[in-house]
C-alpha cells in the first residue's frame, strides 16, 4: 500500500482509503432515503480490520450514515487501536436544531460521534454539505465552533464537503479547511483534474464515489436495472436509471478492451485513474465484505500511463 501526505498536517493515509456509508444500513431523512440496504455487522467489521491488515489506514464515515450505525461499527471495530485514522462529519443530521450548523448542535454531534467512535478525538472532521442557511447566516457561527472544537482537542483537522466549484471557491476562504472532500471517477473527474477545484483552492482532495456506487464494476445490467429497498438512496439516484446503466455499459465496454473485462479489473482500473491525479491524496470507495476490500485495495498497485489516462477519457467525453 502506498501513502500520501494531506496537504500541511503530516497525516500520511493510505491513497485507497474506505468511505462508510455503504455499512451504515438503511435510513431517511424527510422521508427520503439516505443509507444503503441493511448490512451485515459481522461482515463489516471482518472487512474493516482485513482492511487494516492489507494496509488501509484511513476511514470516513458520518453522523448520518445509518444514524450514527457507521460510526458505531468503526468504534467496535478500532476500540483501543491507534494506528488508523478516522473522518466523520456534522451536518446532514439536524436532529432537534433550528440548523444542523448551529453551534449547540455541533457540539452534540462532536461528542455523540466521539462516543460512537469510542474515540477521544476525530483526525479529521468535515462540513459534510455547503448549505450554511439563508445567505450563509450560520456560516460563521459554524466555523467558529469547529475552531473551538480544534483548540480544546476535540478534532485534529477541518474538512469541507461540497458538490459544486462555487461552494468550494465560496468557503474555502471563509472555513480555511485542511482538506476538502469531492466526488471524482471516470465519468465525472472535474474537480480533480488538473486545473480543476482542488487546485485552484490549493488544496489536496479525499475522493468519494470513485465506482459511482459500483456501477462502473459492471455489476449492474441495463437489462435489468437493480432494485432498491425503501431508505436505501440509490433507489432514487437517476445513476440507476435504464438510460444511464445503457450508457455506460456502451462506455465499459470499449474499457473492457484495454483493461480487460472483469469486475475486478474494472474496478482496479476506475480506482488507479483517480489516484492518477496529483490533487488527489486519496480515493474512497465504499465497500461491504473482504472480497471488496481485496479488490479495492489492489488498485494501490496498479500504474496507468499517460496514453492509458488519455484513452479513458476519450472514452468518457465522446458521444454515445
Same mark, same amino acid.
Given at each position: 500500500?502506498?501513502?500520501?501526505?494531506?496537504?500541511?498536517?503530516?497525516?500520511?493515509?493510505?491513497?485507497?482509503?474506505?468511505? =462508510?456509508?455503504?455499512?451504515?444500513?438503511?435510513?431517511?431523512?424527510? $422521508?427520503?432515503?439516505?443509507?444503503?440496504?441493511?448490512?451485515?455487522?459481522?461482515?463489516?467489521?471482518?472487512?474493516?480490520?482485513?482492511?487494516?491488515?492489507?494496509?488501509?489506514?484511513?476511514?470516513?464515515?458520518?453522523?448520518?450514515? $445509518?444514524?450514527?450505525?457507521?460510526?458505531? &461499527?468503526?468504534?467496535?471495530?478500532?476500540?483501543?487501536?491507534?494506528?488508523?485514522?478516522?473522518?466523520?462529519? +456534522?451536518?446532514?443530521?439536524?436532529?432537534? *436544531?433550528?440548523?444542523?450548523?448551529?453551534?449547540?448542535? +455541533?457540539? /452534540?454531534?462532536?461528542?455523540?460521534? &466521539?462516543?460512537? &467512535?469510542?474515540?477521544?478525538?476525530?483526525?479529521?472532521?468535515?462540513? /459534510?454539505?455547503?448549505?450554511?442557511?439563508?445567505?450563509?447566516?450560520?456560516?460563521?457561527?459554524?466555523?467558529?465552533?469547529? =475552531?473551538?472544537?480544534?483548540?480544546?482537542?476535540? +478534532?485534529? #483537522?477541518?474538512?469541507?464537503?461540497? #458538490?459544486?466549484?462555487?461552494?468550494?471557491?465560496?468557503?474555502?476562504?471563509?472555513?480555511?479547511?485542511?482538506?476538502?472532500?469531492?466526488?471524482?471517477?471516470?465519468?465525472?473527474?472535474?474537480?480533480?483534474?488538473?486545473?480543476?477545484?482542488?487546485?485552484?483552492?490549493?488544496?489536496?482532495?479525499?475522493?468519494?464515489?470513485?465506482?459511482?456506487?459500483?456501477? !462502473?464494476?459492471?455489476? #449492474?445490467?441495463?437489462?435489468?436495472?437493480?432494485?432498491?429497498?425503501?431508505?436505501?438512496?440509490?433507489?432514487?439516484?437517476?445513476?440507476?436509471?435504464?438510460?444511464?446503466?445503457?450508457?455506460?455499459?456502451?462506455?465499459?465496454?470499449?474499457?473492457?478492451?484495454?483493461?480487460?473485462?472483469?469486475?475486478?479489473?474494472?474496478?482496479?482500473?476506475?480506482?488507479? #485513474? %483517480? &489516484?492518477?491525479?496529483? *490533487?488527489? =491524496? =486519496? %480515493?474512497?470507495?465504499?465497500?461491504?465484505?473482504?472480497?471488496? +476490500?481485496?479488490?479495492? %485495495?489492489?488498485?494501490?498497485?496498479?500504474? !496507468?500511463?499517460?496514453?492509458?489516462?488519455?484513452?479513458?477519457?476519450?472514452?468518457? *467525453?465522446?458521444?454515445?
Amino acid at each position: 500500500m502506498k501513502y500520501r501526505k494531506i496537504n500541511s498536517t503530516g497525516i500520511e493515509v493510505s491513497e485507497v482509503s474506505l468511505g =462508510c456509508w455503504t455499512i451504515g444500513g438503511k435510513s431517511w431523512d424527510n $422521508g427520503r432515503s439516505t443509507g444503503y440496504a441493511d448490512v451485515n455487522k459481522k461482515d463489516a467489521i471482518e472487512a474493516l480490520l482485513f482492511a487494516r491488515e492489507l494496509g488501509v489506514n484511513h476511514f470516513d464515515t458520518a453522523d448520518s450514515y $445509518g444514524f450514527g450505525n457507521s460510526e458505531r &461499527l468503526l468504534g467496535g471495530a478500532f476500540e483501543n487501536i491507534n494506528d488508523v485514522y478516522i473522518s466523520t462529519k +456534522i451536518g446532514n443530521n439536524g436532529g432537534t *436544531s433550528e440548523h444542523p450548523y448551529k453551534s449547540m448542535h +455541533i457540539r /452534540h454531534q462532536c461528542e455523540q460521534s &466521539l462516543e460512537n &467512535l469510542k474515540r477521544e478525538f476525530v483526525d479529521i472532521y468535515y462540513f /459534510h454539505h455547503p448549505y450554511f442557511g439563508n445567505n450563509d447566516m450560520y456560516l460563521d457561527e459554524a466555523v467558529e465552533t469547529m =475552531c473551538k472544537l480544534k483548540k480544546e482537542g476535540k +478534532i485534529r #483537522y477541518i474538512g469541507l464537503s461540497a #458538490y459544486s466549484d462555487g461552494d468550494f471557491e465560496r468557503l474555502c476562504p471563509v472555513i480555511k479547511p485542511d482538506i476538502i472532500q469531492a466526488e471524482g471517477n471516470m465519468a465525472q473527474a472535474r474537480f480533480i483534474k488538473k486545473g480543476g477545484t482542488a487546485e485552484r483552492v490549493g488544496l489536496k482532495a479525499a475522493v468519494t464515489s470513485p465506482l459511482i456506487m459500483g456501477i !462502473l464494476t459492471g455489476r #449492474y445490467a441495463a437489462e435489468k436495472p437493480p432494485y432498491f429497498l425503501n431508505g436505501d438512496h440509490r433507489k432514487e439516484d437517476p445513476r440507476f436509471s435504464k438510460e444511464f446503466l445503457v450508457l455506460t455499459e456502451k462506455r465499459l465496454e470499449k474499457i473492457k478492451q484495454r483493461f480487460g473485462g472483469s469486475n475486478e479489473e474494472l474496478t482496479r482500473t476506475a480506482i488507479s #485513474y %483517480v &489516484l492518477s491525479f496529483d *490533487s488527489v =491524496c =486519496c %480515493v474512497m470507495p465504499g465497500f461491504r465484505n473482504k472480497k471488496q +476490500i481485496l479488490t479495492n %485495495v489492489s488498485a494501490s498497485d496498479m500504474k !496507468l500511463t499517460a496514453e492509458d489516462i488519455e484513452y479513458i477519457e476519450k472514452v468518457f *467525453s465522446e458521444e454515445i
